[in-house]
């Protein structure tokens, strides 16, 4: 038989032992790079298995390193994070106002809970987490919206109180400002007012937040660089409207809304008819203001019964995705568009869970329109979502049994409320004024109307219904307590905390994968459309001294103290002598 067709094992096969020997002298002179001399049978084993030792200890480090640059490289830039878009993009920044991971969490078996789903049955938000965000402004580790908006359209840190104003109180260059100087139309959609502080970071420059005179102005066209916004739509009329107007809140006679009109060639709407002639944005004119209410836009477990006067939060998202889109057909630009929850964070400062779950809900919808327009667009886009910071130091479990904490809480609480405290509280200042109402028929009214009916609460205490007797223009706190006492739900503070937020995104967004400073959100946000906003910074400040507006201290307001800017998150009050409906 030939030796080629042996067996590899046959019995008579030469042995390999010399092979091997030879092989094992040619590595020798390989990794020394000179040829041995013949070693004697006891040496060679030797220093053959010291070459083998070392050549592995080499190859093994080298593997380890390449493994740990790879993967390196992998977190650091992801799959198309390095590649810059080109051509004409859309992009959709959406900001969960006061929103924290918690709220998540309980927004979840919330519904989970109410609908029988399985436990896999997840948020359109939770399907796009890819990071965190890190709060602080400049001057406090608690941040307020302000500060924090002004980290997302400027890019830089500023003080809690400042509206894209700088620590030195000068303005900073936003992205949608560079967005519309570049030939991006823009756009606002809030359900709070449109001159609170996370729109106005977007288009007004003013050193406190509590300028929501001016903020109006600047939002329609009197602004150094002129008109900066196409599309608008929110709540906040009263700071639009002069101050001999039923419903005004502005401290002067000017009327905002004939200014953006006969100056600035605005279309203004202000109700649900004029909003339905829109046809969720087929038929739309830009620029384009709507104002839908005198401040914000009701609480969404409010606002469902309330239909047929205020447009949803998705509805406003997808009238102003649909507009944009439209009005950029023939354009090598998209748009830039803001859209904010922003009633997530007043649900935070009232500690009322069962009106922040509607609200997580709503702005997830508004999120679920956004990826589906984003996908059946034909131009590339992305959105990216986050929030300012978290409202409430919301906690899913809460110690009501003073020796040993339950591990518990309560979703199906939530589901039996009705109404949001607020609301309730407001309905109980209403009836109160009521000349004909004797204490009598008040408390039956807070027992029937409000807690049973309202909250679905049917166990409620004396001392419980006292207390909103005894002190009803502060009854929405006691009612709020009422509910999350119930649903085993925690809150320690009725203010911001300093926890991180949630970062959450599509495609192209991947820059963002990991645990960020909010500077970094608003850097990504101008990198992603390719606009210098370092330019408008400078073009501002050139225009600022020739700008001038009957406002004290200038277009941007007086300098603040430290004690107002200490204060500046002081600015939300349930009560019914300061909030309106």
């Given at each position: 038989?030939?030796?080629l067709?042996?067996?590899?094992?046959?019995?008579?096969?030469?042995?390999?032992?010399?092979?091997?020997?030879?092989?094992?002298?040619?590595?020798?002179?390989?990794?020394?790079?000179?040829?041995?001399?013949?070693?004697?049978?006891?040496?060679?084993?030797?220093?053959?298995?010291?070459?083998?030792f070392?050549w592995?200890?080499?190859?093994?480090?080298?593997?380890?390193?390449?493994?740990?640059?790879?993967?390196?490289?992998?977190?650091?830039?992801?799959?198309?994070?390095?590649?810059k878009?080109?051509?004409?993009?859309?992009?959709?920044?959406?900001?969960?106002?006061?929103?924290?991971?918690?709220?998540?969490?309980?927004?979840?078996?919330?519904?989970?809970?109410?609908?029988?789903?399985?436990i896999?049955?997840?948020?359109?938000?939770?399907?796009?987490?890819?990071?965190?965000?890190?709060?602080?402004?400049?001057s406090?580790?608690?941040?307020?919206?302000?500060?924090?908006?002004?980290?997302?359209?400027?890019?830089l840190?500023?003080y809690?109180?400042?509206?894209?104003?700088?620590?030195d109180?000068?303005?900073?260059g936003?992205?949608?400002?560079?967005?519309?100087?570049?030939?991006?139309?823009?756009?606002?959609?809030?359900?709070?007012?449109?001159?609170?502080?996370?729109p106005?970071?977007?288009?007004?420059?003013?050193?406190?937040?509590s300028?929501?005179?001016?903020?109006?102005?600047?939002?329609?066209?009197?602004?150094?660089?002129?008109?900066?916004?196409?599309?608008?739509?929110?709540?906040?009329?009263?700071?639009f409207?002069?101050?001999?107007?039923?419903?005004?809140?502005?401290?002067?006679?000017r009327?905002?809304?004939?200014?953006?009109?006969?100056?600035?060639?605005?279309?203004?709407i202000?109700?649900?008819?004029?909003f339905?002639?829109?046809?969720?944005?087929?038929?739309?004119?830009?620029?384009?203001?709507g104002?839908?209410?005198?401040?914000?836009?009701?609480y969404?477990?409010?606002?469902?019964?309330?239909?047929?006067?205020y447009?949803?939060?998705?509805?406003?998202?997808?009238?102003?995705?649909?507009a944009?889109?439209?009005?950029?057909?023939?354009?090598d630009?998209g748009?830039?568009?803001?859209?904010?929850?922003?009633?997530?964070?007043?649900a935070?400062?009232?500690?009322?869970?069962?009106?922040?779950?509607?609200?997580?809900?709503?702005y997830?919808?508004?999120?679920?329109?956004?990826?589906?327009?984003?996908?059946?667009?034909?131009?590339?886009?992305?959105?990216v979502?986050?929030?300012?910071?978290?409202t409430?130091?919301?906690?899913i479990a809460?110690?009501?049994?003073?020796?040993?904490?339950?591990y518990?809480?309560?979703?199906?609480?939530?589901?039996?409320?009705?109404?949001?405290?607020?609301?309730?509280?407001?309905?109980?200042f209403?009836?109160?004024?009521?000349?004909?109402?004797?204490?009598?028929d008040?408390?039956?009214?807070?027992?029937?109307?409000?807690?049973?009916?309202?909250?679905?609460?049917?166990?409620?205490?004396?001392?419980?219904?006292?207390?909103?007797?005894?002190t009803?223009?502060?009854?929405?706190?006691?009612?709020?307590?009422?509910?999350?006492?119930?649903?085993?739900?925690?809150?320690?503070?009725?203010?911001?905390?300093g926890?991180?937020?949630?970062?959450?995104?599509?495609?192209?967004?991947?820059?963002l994968?990991?645990?960020?400073?909010n500077?970094d959100?608003?850097?990504?946000?101008?990198?992603?459309?390719?606009?210098?906003?370092e330019?408008?910074?400078?073009?501002?400040?050139?225009?600022?001294?020739?700008?001038?507006?009957?406002?004290?201290?200038?277009?941007?307001?007086?300098?603040?103290?430290?004690?107002?800017?200490?204060?500046?998150?002081?600015?939300?009050?349930a009560?019914?002598?300061?909030?309106?409906?």
């Open positions: 038989m030939s030796s067709n042996k067996p590899l094992l046959a019995p008579d096969r030469p042995s390999s032992e010399h092979s091997f020997e030879m092989s094992a002298s040619e590595e020798d002179t390989l990794l020394t790079g000179t040829r041995t001399r013949e070693a004697s049978p006891q040496r060679r084993p030797f220093w053959r298995e010291v070459g083998l070392i592995a200890v080499t190859a093994t480090a080298a593997v380890i390193i390449l493994g740990v640059l790879t993967q390196h490289q992998r977190e650091t830039t992801p799959d198309n994070a390095a590649k878009p080109s051509g004409k993009r859309n992009l959709v920044f959406m900001v969960s106002d006061g929103m924290g991971p918690a709220s998540l969490s309980m927004t979840r078996s919330f519904r989970q809970n109410e609908g029988g789903l399985d896999d049955d997840i948020l359109q938000l939770d399907q796009h987490l890819i990071g965190q965000s890190r709060t602080r402004s400049s406090s580790l608690v941040t307020d919206s302000a500060a924090g908006a002004t980290a997302f359209s400027c890019g840190k500023s809690n109180g400042a509206i894209s104003i700088l620590p109180h000068t303005p900073c936003t992205v949608l400002e560079a967005a519309k100087k570049a030939g991006y139309l823009t756009g606002l959609v809030v359900t709070t007012d449109l001159t609170d502080a996370t106005a970071c977007f288009a007004s420059h003013v050193n406190m937040r300028e929501g005179d001016s903020i109006a102005a600047q939002e329609v066209g009197e602004h150094p660089l002129g008109r900066v916004v196409d599309l608008m739509l929110g709540g906040g009329r009263c700071h409207l002069p101050n001999t107007t039923d419903g005004s809140c502005r401290k002067d006679t009327d905002i809304t004939k200014l953006a009109q006969e100056k600035y060639g605005w279309n203004y202000d109700d649900r008819a004029g339905d002639k829109l046809k969720l944005g087929k038929d739309v004119k830009l620029p384009l203001l104002l839908f209410a005198e401040s914000d836009i009701p969404e477990i409010d606002r469902r019964n309330q239909n047929d006067v447009p949803s939060l998705d509805e406003m998202a997808r009238t102003a995705l649909t944009l889109e439209a009005a950029t057909k023939d354009s630009k748009f830039f568009l803001l859209i904010e929850g922003s009633r997530i964070d007043h935070g400062h009232g500690n009322d869970p069962a009106a922040q779950v509607h609200e997580v809900l709503a997830d919808k508004a999120f679920g329109s956004v990826l589906k327009f984003l996908s059946e667009s034909k131009d590339e886009g992305v959105v979502g986050t929030s300012d910071h978290e409430g130091g919301l906690s809460r110690q009501n049994n003073p020796t040993y904490p339950e518990l809480w309560y979703p199906q609480v939530l589901s039996k409320a009705t109404h949001s405290a607020e609301y309730l509280g407001f309905e109980l209403h009836r109160s004024e009521a000349a004909q109402s004797t204490s009598e008040i408390e039956k009214f807070v027992r029937n109307t409000l807690v049973r009916d309202g909250l679905g609460i049917t166990d409620a205490e004396d001392d419980e219904i006292r207390a909103i007797l005894d009803p223009l502060v009854a929405s706190p006691i009612l709020a307590n009422m509910i999350s006492k119930r649903a085993q739900i925690g809150w320690s503070t009725h203010g911001h905390s926890v991180d937020v949630n970062i959450y995104g599509s495609k192209g967004s991947e820059k994968i990991g645990n960020h400073e500077t959100v608003g850097k990504f946000l101008r990198d992603y459309l390719d606009v210098d906003v330019a408008i910074t400078k073009e501002l400040n050139k225009k600022s001294s020739a700008f001038e507006v009957a406002s004290v201290g200038g277009w941007t307001g007086p300098i603040p103290t430290e004690e107002e800017v200490l204060k500046a998150a002081d600015h939300y009050d009560s019914p002598k300061h909030r309106r409906r």
